[in-house]
């Protein structure tokens, strides 16, 4: 979605030089040649960014700059002026003003300060949702449950939240891991400090160091600026490192000499930087497997499983089940507007009985096709519960001889036919192949390559 920016000068030249420059489809640029025309633009349309002259007939950049932020304080406003001085620089930044420029300035300048003040804002936003979702973890602060194995884990949480040692979470994929990541996190001494999380399958072996530890600019090709890692974002709170037996098994070793030292090398530097970050690393592989098979390094595995904490899949905690589903009804009910929606008591039957291969996960989707299977009924019936299973069973075709095809190209039909199951879901998908979600990507990659060439 394109951006709106509103350019205020009395100078037509440079009003239509400055829209020419950022007039792409990253911003929708308009122009109003005095403040007063501005302002009655910003009553019919709303906008992003302001870009204004401080020196202007009628209303002043400074002046517009008050209203503006008076009236939208969610628009950005960036003043420029031939007659800069630090001190009219100074009261802009103290009236609200993005940033300040001097005239002349280059098309690069304008276009770099534009890409900051954008940048800076998704950055806000972001900041914004992963507070929600903090608050929503702390409402709650523990794992949805009242069995045995649900309490066994929360008083681990409680336990482990109160220290700083890594954790290490291990149970099968659709289980809550990420949950109880985001618990021990905000249940600890570092809730108010950044919770990030990295899906260790999901970054290319080749950008695996810079984005775990940044880089700086040159670096190598691309680097066009320097770049804070994951580390150095996260410093002072958690990071959860997902499906942790997908790192790399050269970079192991270097993550290894992180965690003692908690001191970072950016590349393309020597320079180390301090960091203070508390590691709960996930997996849903068997580890000990891994390492006796050379994939894993022993020392590393050592370093973070300090605490660790089995994660039990959801057939044997099956007494959590109408506990979780009350849970889902109510979300959901909340995020399709139902004010009326119960569950038939047969349907927990059904759900009671059956085996949950995709664990907590699998029964919110299932939750939640139901909601929407029963539109406007009040009542959610079984007929309502669609598994996953149905759909795999329907138009299934029957193999013949005459289907016989090279194992290649089986291979590529099975991957394909199972990307389709999860609906695109990697993980799950790799999961069902029983292969590594590297490995999937890498036959995707491959199978791009094949048909490019």
């Known amino acids: 979605m394109a951006k709106n920016v509103l350019i205020v000068d009395d100078d037509d030249d440079l009003r239509e030089i400055v829209k020419e420059t950022l007039d792409s489809g990253e911003y929708e640029v308009y122009d109003a040649d005095s403040g007063d025309k501005a302002l009655k633009m910003m009553e019919e349309n709303r906008y992003d960014l302001i870009i204004s002259d401080l020196m202007m007939p009628g209303i002043k950049g400074l002046d517009l700059l008050k209203k503006v932020k008076a009236q939208h304080p969610e628009t950005g406003v960036l003043l420029m002026s031939a007659y800069g001085t630090i001190e009219t620089a100074v009261d802009a930044m103290k009236e609200g003003a993005f940033d300040f ?65 890594p954790v290490f979470l291990q149970g099968e994929s659709g289980t809550g891991k990420e949950l109880i990541a985001e618990a021990i996190h905000s249940q600890s001494d570092r809730s108010q400090k950044p919770f990030l999380k990295i899906n260790c399958a999901a970054v290319p072996d080749t950008l695996f160091e810079s984005t775990l530890f940044g880089h700086e600019k040159g670096a190598f090709s691309g680097a066009y600026k320097a770049q804070k890692g994951i580390f150095e974002e996260c410093d002072g709170g958690t990071l959860l490192l997902d499906e942790v037996t997908e790192i790399p098994y050269n970079m192991q070793a270097k993550l290894l000499r992180v965690l003692q030292e908690m001191k970072i090398i950016r590349v393309g530097t020597t320079a180390e930087i301090p960091v203070n970050v508390r590691i709960i690393a996930a997996t849903n592989h068997n580890i000990t497997e891994l390492i006796r098979e050379g994939k894993f390094r022993e020392d590393l595995f050592f370093r973070l499983n300090v605490f660790p904490i089995d994660v039990a899949p959801l057939r044997q905690r099956k007494e959590d089940i109408p506990l979780l589903v009350e849970t889902f009804l109510k979300n959901f009910k909340e995020k399709y507007k139902y004010t009326e929606k119960v569950l038939d008591p047969s349907c927990m039957d059904v759900l009671l009985k059956y085996d949950w291969p995709g664990n907590i996960r699998q029964l919110q989707h299932v939750i939640e096709r139901a909601i929407l299977f029963s539109t406007d009924e009040k009542r959610i019936r079984p007929e309502h519960l669609r598994f996953e299973e149905d759909f795999s069973k329907q138009n299934t075709p029957a193999f013949s001889p005459e289907d016989i095809v090279p194992l290649a190209e089986m291979e590529k039909r099975m991957i394909f036919a199972a990307l389709q199951k999860t609906g695109n879901h990697r993980n799950q998908a790799a999961e069902l192949l029983g292969i590594t979600v590297r490995t999937l990507r890498n036959k995707l990659h491959q199978y791009e390559e094949e048909a490019v060439s």
């Open 101 to 165: 420029i001097t005239k002349p300035f280059s098309i690069s300048h304008i276009e770099s300060r534009v890409q900051r003040f954008f940048e800076y804002e998704s950055l806000k936003k972001e900041n914004i949702r992963l507070k929600k979702k903090l608050e929503q973890t702390r409402q709650s602060g523990k794992l949805i449950g009242n069995s045995s194995v649900a309490e066994q884990i929360n008083y681990h949480i409680g336990i482990v939240a109160r220290s700083d040692a």
